[in-house]
């Protein structure tokens, strides 16, 4: 018996990876998130138990809490063979998967983790934008937006860092998260890229800057994407409206070695 730990992906259910979909199909037990797509569900058994345990009310229901979801993998871990708990993007990426797993090995339930497609790179991707870039962005640097008022992290200095910053779970945050990285020293005109319900039939972009960033309109759930790479949202498969990143950035169109 045993707890898999499946990423589902950013939201396409093809980006869900093999093992995760023979998983899925072998299940006794599906313990799903608010974000998981639910076209993923259309194929596993129909004698299955799915458990929905959205953190935010969905269909009326009421939000599930951590400890809640702790001891349901617990109780269900214990008792059937294959448990999966589905949860989107990766789940040690923002997915509290790592407090799962310690709860579950502390019950003596058998867990393993099966990665998945983290929304903070797949995203960014499919809207044209490469996270790192020579000579434009050799670093990138993942944030929750949670921690804007948490305090748990210090903005100036990743200000001060340089290199791509994309921030998860940050839609409500967005207009502290941008007065905070441009005290820091970065500067009004930063680009940024936003990105609603990627890699969905929903998917929305929005390029604009970081001193407009808590102006625009934005619905979670949504990737933002800090620093010059942003200027890349342009058109990825359009040569002159890409050369115009390459000018704006005194880059040249053929980086070589």
């Known amino acids: 018996m045993s707890v898999y730990l499946v990423g589902a992906g950013p939201g396409d259910p093809d980006l869900l ?8 199909a072998a299940a006794d037990v599906i313990v799903v998130d608010r974000l998981v ?3 993923l569900l259309e194929e ?5 138990i799915v458990l929905h345990v959205g953190k935010h009310a969905r269909d009326g229901n009421p939000t599930v809490e ?3 979801i702790n001891d349901l993998l617990i109780r269900y871990g214990a008792s059937h063979d294959i448990v999966v708990r589905l949860k989107g993007g990766d789940p040690y990426l923002f997915g509290r998967g790592g407090e799962e797993m310690l709860a579950l090995r ?4 058998n867990v393993e983790v099966v990665p998945g497609v983290s929304s903070a ?10 996270v790192t870039f020579r000579q434009m962005s050799t670093a990138v640097t993942v944030v929750s937006g949670h921690d804007v008022e948490s305090g748990s992290l210090d903005w100036h200095a990743l200000a001060k860092f340089g290199g791509t910053i994309v921030a998860l779970m940050a839609v409500a945050n ?3 998260l941008a007065t ?6 970065l500067s009004r005109g930063t680009p940024v890229a936003t990105i609603e319900s990627g890699s969905t039939p929903r998917e929305r972009r929005v390029a604009t800057t970081l001193g407009a960033l808590g102006d625009i309109a934005l619905v979670a759930p949504a990737i933002i994407v800090i620093g010059d790479v942003a200027l890349f949202l342009a058109n990825a498969h359009n040569d002159a409206e890409y050369a115009g990143v390459y000018d704006a950035l005194h880059l040249s169109k053929h980086v070589i070695d």
């Not at 990876?17 to 899925?24: D, E, I, N, S, V």
């Not at 790179?121 to 490469?130: D, E, M, N, T």
């Open 44 to 48: 596993v058994r129909d004698d299955a």
């Open 37 to 39: 797509n639910p076209r």
């Open 66 to 68: 951590q400890a809640t």
């Open 106 to 109: 502390d019950a003596g339930i």
């Open 17 to 24: 990876t093999r093992k995760g979909a023979r998983l899925l």
């Open 174 to 176: 967005r207009k502290a």
């Open 180 to 185: 905070a990285l441009q005290e820091g020293g």
């Open 121 to 130: 790179f797949s995203v960014p991707a499919l809207a044209g934008i490469p």
